[in-house]
Structure formats: structure tokens, C-alpha cells
């Protein structure tokens, strides 16, 4: 059976303040990360052997394969899981911020207009997410790309498309510094993205 772990963080926890604050960054990472990990491994413990082993993110495309008592538990805390290992190294150091470059920026140009417009759209996604989930920008099976939102832990790979920049709208992850001002946090958010990520993520097949 594949057992999943938590993954470290490629920073110290307080590498995001002020944007993120150490207590939050903590907390979402050692508590609730490692909540989503420890769910997912007890429910796969009562899969078969072929859903054990088989890719997370493929069992993310193909929630049919996986068997009803546990798809549940797999759609969270396998979305948990992923979402989060990705949006860690999603996140910049303030000691070492980025600006887009690159084929992202060409592309996030030619798609949205201009990146001032992919910002304000992106922005929407994020703040009219209704309770918990996400904001993504996607690339679509066609290549294309897309913003879009996800409730809860659910991910973009459940949709056929894949995620390239991801920011957590849960309250868990921003309501220690901006409390109900949600659109604050989403709004720094930008400046701390990894842009380099972004692109490899871009870039990859």
C-alpha cells in the first residue's frame, strides 16, 4: 500500500510574513495538512491492493474506480492532500519576491487580455467561492487556459483540467491575520506566487 506523508515545506514556517504569519503557516501545514494525510491513508487501508497503489491524482480523474464507502474520503482528504502539497510550493519567500515571466506571462496575456485582468477575474473566483474551497487557474485538456473555483478539498484534476496556481480560501488558512477580510488575503496573495513553479507546472507534461 502507498503511504502518504506529510511533505516538508520548502521554507520556514515564517518565510510568508507579514503576508502569511508563522502561527497560521504552522498550524494549516502540521494540523490540518497533516489531517488530510492521516484520513487518506486510513480510508485507502480498506481498498484493494490495485486502488492502494494506484497515483493519487489518477484516482482524482477516475472517482468512479474507486470503491462507493470510501470515495468520499478519498475526494477530500486525496484533494486535501494534493491541493495542499501543491499550494506550499505555490508560496514565495517575502525575502525573495517574484513577478511573472516567462511563457505564463505570454500566455496569462494572450488568454486573459492583460495580467491587471487575469488578477481581477482571479480575484472574483476567489472571493465569491461560497464558504470553503479554492481558486484556481487551470490548463484545460485543450491546452487552454481557464480560472475557475472548487468547493471544499476538491481538485481540478476531478475536472479533467490541471492546476498551475491554487489559493486556499478556507478560513483556516488566512482568519488568525485578516479575520472575515478575505479579499485582503487574496489581494496579498500576489505578492507572494511562486512564478517559477507556476511555469514548470506550465511546462510539464
Known sequence: MT???????????????????????????????????????????????????KDLKLLLADLKVVPEAIRGAVQNHGGGHLNHSLFWELLAPTSAPQQISGEIKTQIDTTFGSFDKFKEQFSAAANNRFGSGWAWLVKTKVGKLEIINTANQDSPLMQGKKPLLGLDVWEHAYYLKYQNKRAEYVENFFKIINWKKVNELLAAK
Request: hydrophobic share 35%.
Open 3 to 53: 503511504t502518504y506523508t506529510l511533505p516538508n515545506l520548502p521554507y520556514a514556517y515564517n518565510a510568508i510574513e507579514p503576508i502569511i504569519d508563522e502561527t497560521t503557516m504552522k498550524i494549516h501545514h502540521t494540523k490540518h495538512h497533516q489531517t488530510y494525510v492521516d484520513k487518506l491513508n486510513a480510508a485507502l487501508a480498506s481498498a484493494p491492493t490495485d486502488i492502494q497503489n
